[in-house]
Structure formats: structure tokens, C-alpha cells
């Protein structure tokens, strides 16, 4: 692998232990050094527990310090999860038989093998091993606590279903690790970069017409449900982004943008800038492989935003720093030196009309400053 | 949320060593990192120096290069993955590059160290930085500042003016006022603070070390430090910043004897400013407080109780709970801080 200057983006051991932090009634253990516990404990504001593996273990074996902190976890109560990181990867340790006993589930996502979706993946498979589909409805995949919207995301697609007649069946994954257990077989999805996991894939709810198929889709399989409040909603709010672009463009030209972000909520963005505000289309920098070559070193995505003068730049607190003149909108972790307390949404009818308004707000705040 | 269940290694309860080691040799002006290892670990320290650094206004990220170690290298040894990082870190063109092994560079047997001794065109230092082996972030501080001494020989001849500065905390958000601190204490005693090792120093400056006369240490955790400079090159020592009002008479008198000055005329000065402050925060005299000593640093509840006699505090449960510092204040500024966080507790109870 070629070397990487200034590496952007988290490992698939923190894409693991974001997926289980999202629920609840299971203990996260993180079986590694200490490095590998406080990283992601800095990123994800839930309990984390760690083994914090020393020389002596890495030597004779780290089954029984794992099988201590397990023990002493399960006292809590609920199950526990130990996430493998890189160098208990490499002993190739069989772990197994140091879990006997307790109710835990084992997930060797070690750093190496990738990154945060990697790793997302990995432990939602683990996860899913135990699932069953029992219920009618529509779960919602894609939730990340790692992804700045991932609350907003979640209250706004609960209530587009919920509008639509459409039960909620588990929420991949943010819910009790029961519920799991009785999930619906198809998936909406609010961020397409994490996989759906469990159920169908039914499509996404990013972007006003993506929201009114996916509603369609699901609706012509869930009895019962009706999608045409919906369908109206998303008319309605599609009309006030138009209008609300149009009256920007009247003053202002279209913004010369580029996206740093995972490649969904890229595209996500990129459509808003050339369908509404008639832009062309932007530069994206994807932080992940889904749709082309994932851009995480630092220098590389420095040099590329200063190839042109881009008047907005969308991403994360990195790209604002390296485009301080820029009109600015935060739409990737880290968002360092921001105080972010809400839950705004980037899915569903409510995240385009966020999306639109976070672009034209900081296009406006930066035209007052020039 | 943490469990040490090790009674016998305090290093469980420590961030890692590959982040004590980067928040030295980041701080060296003109010299790249490289860290060998997977993308995860460099990231996970860009990112934290990215937030850190942001919080003192410095927007400039260092230059950190992975080697990116994968699937393959872990199979198939990562020693060609480093000199690539290393080949990628002299196109910069650096005045030193230092490399730092991690967790996965020990584990799967590079010689790290023998790639390092090849010759090249620009100095090239490996310092240990896995987390499990090395212990904890300390003792990355101490490996960084232990590897960079070699830079220099006893056999410079010229001497430093000043006070050399050892192992400033740079990732502590007063980082900069407790150098100012020390820098005003020694004003009063007519001394200038010399190199700071390392805290923004260019990085040929790792060869001067061996010629400055006296040093500071950050804290006693770098004694080792302290007594390898006296060993290897005579330097004396003074073992860490001066801590809360007893304290900096203390250091004063230290530095003014290890400098051969008279120091009462500049003790007689600090005090005058700590009757003054004493005076300054009279209106917490016979306030019943308490403090949660459970997570306390000793160092700092030592600072707090002397301040809290001198004010005539009363310490008794129930009590309006004081907040404390992370760290024991630095100087008497320091304890201005202090009692002014104690004061806006007490006035919002």
C-alpha cells in the first residue's frame, strides 16, 4: 500500500464500535492498547470499556485479561461485545473459548482491514447473525454515531413512516440490542454508505425524489400504508428550496463548490447545488470507496482544494481550515471548534430543506464578509 | 469509562504511547514524522492534534506520514512499506525526519531501528512509540525526548545563555501561559528562558542541547530525562515548574541558587504580589467549601489546600464544591486562575 500523509479518516475498529455504542443493553469492550480505546472513546459519546493489553499479554497470551474485564463488565448486567483491534488480531489468539460462560458477542474488526464502513459492516453482520425477521414494516439502516446527523436523521425518518402508516421495525443501529430480534423485512436507509445490514434494501431517503420512491416502494408492500401525505410533504418542500434558491440567485452567482464527505451525502449535496442552485457540478472528494477512490490523506485533498477557487467548501473542520475564505458548511466528522447540540436532519423532506438552508446561509454569511 | 484491573502497571490508565511520543516531535519545526503502522493509528492522532492544536489557534496540521501498513505488510513484513514512507517524508525536505514504530511495527517483527541507521541524506531518528510495549503516553514524552538528545554531543564546547525548558506539555491548553509564567519568574532573577525542548524549536536546534547550563523539567516525570542530561552532558537541574504560591518562592530560590544569583530580592518581590492576590480574593475568607478528591491530582490538592489556608477558606462536608484543575497551577498566575474559577463556583452555588 502506498504511504499516506495526515490519514483523515477513522479505522474499521471505530466503525465497529460505533455500530454497537448505538445500542443499548450491550457493553462495548475494546480489546487492544490504550491508543485503541481512546480514539474512538473521544469520538463517541457513549460508555466504552477497554482491555488496555500490555507487553506481558502481547507475549503470553491475552485471553485472560480479556476474560477478567469481560467478567467484571457482565456484572453490569445486559450482554457484552468485545471489538478485536490490530495486534490481538495478529497473535491469532483463539478467544473463544475465554468468553464461555458469558453472554458475549465477538467481533475481530482490526483497523487494518479498513476503514469506518469496513468496520460498520463487519460488526453488523456479527450482530445480525442473531436476528430474525418477524414483524411487518420498514426498518431504518444507516445510522452511524459517528455521522453528525445520525439523530436528526433518525427523529425524521420515525416520523415520515410514521406519517406514511408504515411501522418501524429495528433501527440499524441505534435501538436495544433486543429489537434486533424482530425486524421488519425491508430497510429504508438514511446514510447509503453504511450498508442496510438486515432487511431489503428499499432505498434511500436522501433527496426529495430518492424520499418519494423509496415511500412508494415500501408503501406498495407494507398493508395498510399510504404514502400520499408524504408525497405532497416532499411537492411542498421541494417548492420552498426552489423558491428559497431562486431568490439567492437573483443576487448572487451559483456557488463553486466542493465536497468532502462520504460519497452519499456527497452526492446528496451535489444534486442540491446543480438542480437548485444551478451550479456546476461540484468537486468531491469521497471519504469512502463506494462510488470511486476513496480521498483521505490530508495533502492530497489540500492540494485538490487548491486547484480552483472554490467559493463553498462542504465537509469536515480539516477542509475548513485548508479553505478558510471560503463559505463553509459542516456536513463531516470532525467538526472540530463547532458547537453542535440539536439533531438536524440530512434525510427525508425536513434534511433537503436543512441541506438547502445550511448552503445558502453560509453562501450569504460568507458574501457578507467579502 | 476505563477498567484497570492492573495493580502492578499504572501505564492501563495512560492515552498511548505513540501520542506521547507525536506530541513532542510534532512540535519540532521543520522535521516530518512518520509513523509506522496501520492509516488508523496516524489518524487517530491527526485528528487529535487537529482538535488540540485548533484550541490554541493553530490551524496548520504537522506533516504526519503512514506507512499505511495493510493486510500484506502484516503478512508479508512492512520494512518496504517504511523506507517508501520515509522516501515520501524526505521529499519534503526536511531537517530531520523521526520515525515511530507502533503496536503492529513491533508485533509483526520489523526492524524499525535498522531501517532508520541507513544512510540518508537527512538525519533520521527512531523512537519507540507502541502502545502496549512502551508503556504509556509518559513514557512516549520520555522516549521522544530521550531518542532527539542523541542529536547532540558533549563535545560542544559553547555554552548556552539561558535556561533550557524540558518537556512542555504541548497538547495542555495552558501550555503557553505556564512557559510565560516560568519565563516571568525567572525575569525577576535577571535569567532568560533559553531553548525549549521541545516545544516549537527548529529541529537543528536538537544539536545545542548538550551546551545549555541548566534546565527546567516540565514535572518530576521526566527526571530520568533530568539525570541523563546531568550525566551526559553536566547540565543541572531544577525538577519541574514551580507549583502554587509556596512553590514559586521554592523555585526561586532554586534557580537563583543553581545561577549563583542573590534571590531574596526577587522572593521579596513575589511575595509582595501574593500578599496582593491573597488581598484581591479576601471575599472567599470563612466560606465552608469541599473538594472531591477521588480523581484529584496530589500535586494539585497540595496548591489548593495551602491557598485555601492562606484565604482562610473553611473545608468541611457540606461544602460549596471547588473546582479544581487538571494540573496544579503553575506559578502564582496560576493560582490567580484558580481562585478566580473558585470564586465564579462559589458565586453561581
Redesign the interface.
Known sequence: MPECINPIWPCALTGAVAFLAGYTGISVVIHGSSGCYYYPKSLIRTPLFGSFILHDEVVFGTGERLRSVVAEVSKRGGRVAVVNSCVPALMGEDLAPYLDGYSALFVDAPGFLGGVETGYRIAGETLMGEAAITGDGANIGGVCLLDPFWRGNLHEARRMLARAGIPVGTVVAADHIKAVSHASPLTVMVNPDYPAIIGEDSGSLLGISSCSDTIMRVSERVPGADPSPLLDECRLAEERAITACEKYLRRHDPPVAAIAAQAGYASFFGEILTTYLGADSPLILPRNDSSGVAVTDYATIADALSSDEYTLILGSSYEHQMQPCAAFVGITPPQRGRVILGSPPLAGSEGMLNGVEMILNACMDRKKKV | ??????HT?I??N??????GVLSVTCFLQDAVTVIHG???????N???L??SL??NDC???P????????????IFGGEG?LM??IR?AESYNPSLICVVST??AE??GDDTAAVCRESRGVPVVHIPG????GG??SDGIQNALMSLMDLSSPDLHSTEEGVMIVGEKNLEYEAEENYAEVARLLSLLDIDSGLRFVRRMPAGDCSRISSARYAILRDPSLDPIGSALSSRFGTEIISGFPLGLEGSLRFLRQAGDMAGIDALPAIRDEEGMQDDLVATFSDLAGISVSINTSMADPGVLQVARTVMDSLGMVEEDPGIPLPLPFDPPVGTTGVRRMLQSWRRGISRA
Do not use: K, W, Y
Not at chain 2, 495512560?14 to 501520542?19: A, F, N, R
Not at chain 2, 506533516?63 to 502484516?74: A, F, G, K, Q, T
Open positions: 469509562m476505563i477498567l484497570n484491573h492492573s502497571d501505564s492501563r495512560e492515552g498511548c504511547t505513540l501520542t496501520p492509516t488508523g493509528c496516524t489518524h487517530h491527526a485528528s487529535l487537529h482538535a485548533a484550541e490551524f496548520d496540521i506533516l504526519l506520514v503512514s506507512s499505511n501498513v495493510s493486510e500484506e505488510e502484516v512499506a517508501q514512507a515520501s503496536c503492529i508485533t509483526i507502541s502502545g502496549f510495549l504509556g503516553f
